[in-house]
């Protein structure tokens, strides 16, 4: 009884569990869009990608707070967006990079919140999130 009720256990949080199913290979091709404002640097100097510094430095942005990348300086969305204490994952990368001022707004419950970043990537925002997920490892 006490193993059926582990496997159910375990069951149970596996399907709870969101699926996320992006190609890091995939979205390293993808990321040759990014890299015209964004760039993907190491903390020891290392350039993975080098690109623009329109965007901040994407390195590491998994699990960094929103409008937080030192020396940066971001709009007022993004920046009362980390104020809430909100983090990345990959799942809120693959959105955001669909429509950035859609997902502010929507985060936010601010109708007036704008974004920076005015690119959308209608696909592949998946697979760029798990690359950016798979550049840290």
Not at 38 to 58: F, Q, R, Y
Not at 61 to 81: E, N, W
Not at 95 to 102: E, W
Request: aromatic share 8%.
């Amino acid at each position: 009884m006490k193993i059926s009720l582990t496997a159910a256990t375990v069951a149970a949080l596996v399907l709870a569990a969101p699926a996320f199913a992006g190609d890091p290979a995939a979205g390293e091709k993808e990321f040759n869009k990014c890299k015209t404002c964004h760039s993907i640097i190491a903390p020891d100097g290392t350039a993975i990608v080098k690109g623009a510094k329109t965007g901040p430095n994407l390195y590491g942005v998994i699990g960094r707070t929103a409008g937080t990348y030192p020396d940066f300086k971001y709009k007022d969305s993004i920046v009362a967006l980390g104020a809430t204490g909100f983090a990345w994952t990959e799942a809120d990368i693959a959105v955001y990079v669909q429509d950035p001022t859609a997902f502010l707004k929507d985060k936010l419950g601010d109708k007036k919140a704008k974004s920076q970043m005015a690119f959308k990537l209608a696909k592949g925002g998946e697979d760029v999130a798990a690359y950016l997920a798979s550049v840290v490892k």
